[in-house]
């Protein structure tokens, strides 16, 4: 299958190969269709899960049997790990999560974070490596993740933080708004080529150079 990002729950998931990176994407839950992405270092067989969203059994069958080594949970809301728990226990896996959203997350799943991450920490895979992007505003402690394929372009993981035509969710809060659009232009788009391809928590994946121009339009109406 050619990959195009285009998942579904109940459906099968796409791969794709990003140089030394295997990136995995499964919808999970028909009700909220989450994505999860698993990350697979080529060299090492080295894996990391983005988003134990739902649907533990899909995820650990995604997994198999060559083990999990983390689990990153890009934000706290409760659609993004309800699977965390059953995935850490059945694997051992350690769990990284956003400063600011960890204790929120250990209070609703019961899970400890072992690594609180800020801006700028890396996430190993491998001999692959990820950059943290800690982006406030849809949550106080949301994180993206960027790989930069040394052969190709940028992969850059958003959570709810952006999708294709617009910023996440602020539920109504006009400040959180500003802040989440401020970060999104000054820490994504204003440091990551147009090139870069972006992989949301829903939906279909996109491309920075296509969302580029729509910024000023998204402030206008305020969402």
Known sequence: MTYNGEVTPGGPAQTREAGGLRITKL???PEMSNNCYLLRCTDTGDQVL?????????????IGSEGLRAVVTTHQHWDHHRALADVVSATDAVVLAGEPDADAITDQT???????????????VGTCSLKAIAIAGHTPGSICLVY???DGHPHLFTGDCLFPGGVGSTFGDADAFVQLIDEVEAKLLGTLPDDTWFYPGHGNDGRLGDERPNLAEWRARGW
């Open 27 to 29: 919808a999970v839950d």
């Open 50 to 62: 983005v988003d134990a969203a739902a649907e533990s059994g899909l995820l650990l069958d995604l």
């Open 110 to 124: 019961g899970v400890d974070v072992t690594r609180r991450l800020v801006q700028g920490d890396t996430v190993e």
């Open 148 to 150: 930069d394929d040394p």
